[in-house]
């Protein structure tokens, strides 16, 4: 019986080995297979877009001809859209989170709201764009402007910042919140020297992500009637305008083959910003997780 049981336990270890090795090629293989695909795709962006990328590129305006297109308007145009964006998503879902876990009751009525807030963040972004058109469009009258864009895609990224905040108050120890009282400090005090600074680097985390999808964003902006052609730079929050992802969406689009690479030098222009936002943030969230 005993040399029984030591086979068995021999042959459940073998399997056990059998099912991680397998695990682990798995793993590899998905890995291996993303790195791949971003390869290629860096390599044939590259290849295409670094001939048309020079300075004459960032400064012209978008023209009919490839050798004189450039991308001054879109770049400007999305500048000014996330100089909205960020205040407002930020300030609406950081001020959100504080109010569900801090002040908020524990009822159904609660319950609810974040249970919709966490479905809104899987929500396509032309339904966004849709809202963003029938509310601040035509309802306000703001528009084919920058203020209506920014405020969409304000909608767009606040469920991601709402659901980030909230994890990353949670996850606040509840001893910092006793030691806090025990000394005396009041609720506010408490959110505002000890909760926002801990729970900093969750918040960027969840800013990076969301403030990302907002900067390569194309739908819910042609939805409100974001222009593909502008030769001015806006001079105010109602002026129209255009931005990288449409740019670089109109050039693709056409058939001929010197606006495919044109396009191509938009991706890099594009892609160098993410990454500078991304690293930007990235220090900032790691400085505060030294500190907290």
Not at 74 to 99: D, E, F, H, K
Not at 150 to 174: F, H
């Amino acid at each position: 019986m005993k040399e029984k049981r030591i086979v068995i336990n021999e042959n459940k270890t073998n399997r056990r080995v059998a099912y991680n090795k397998i695990g682990r090629v798995l793993f590899f293989l998905s890995t291996a297979f993303g790195m791949i695909v971003l390869a290629t795709l860096l390599i044939r962006i590259f290849t295409q877009g670094i001939g048309y990328l020079n300075w004459n590129f960032l400064t012209n305006y978008a023209s009919r001809r490839p050798e004189d297109a450039g991308i001054k308007a879109a770049i400007a145009g999305t500048v000014w859209v996330m100089g909205i964006t960020i205040p407002v998503s930020l300030i609406l879902g950081v001020g959100t989170a504080i109010y569900l876990e801090e002040y908020a009751p524990r009822n159904r009525l609660t319950r609810f709201i974040e249970l919709n807030i966490s479905n809104l963040a899987g929500v396509p972004s032309v339904v966004f764009g849709l809202l963003g058109l029938t509310v601040f469009v035509r309802f306000f009258a703001m528009g084919r402007s920058i203020l209506a864009g920014g405020l969409t895609m304000s909608l767009l990224i606040l469920p991601i910042i709402v659901v980030a905040a909230k994890e990353a108050i949670r996850s606040i120890p509840q001893e910092q919140y006793e030691a806090a009282y025990a000394m005396g400090a009041t609720k506010w005090q408490i959110i505002r020297t000890v909760v926002l600074p801990a729970a900093t680097p969750g918040i960027l985390t969840g800013a990076i992500l969301s403030l990302s999808r907002a900067v390569g964003e194309t739908a819910s902006l042609l939805m409100i009637g974001a222009m593909a052609f502008i030769a001015y730079l806006p001079d105010s929050i109602y002026s129209s305008f255009t931005v990288l992802p449409i740019q670089i969406f109109n050039w693709a689009g056409r058939p001929q083959a010197a606006f495919q690479a044109v396009a191509a030098a938009g991706s890099i222009v594009l892609l160098v910003i993410l990454i500078l936002m991304n690293s930007l943030a990235i220090v900032i969230r790691n400085k505060y997780t030294k500190r907290y």
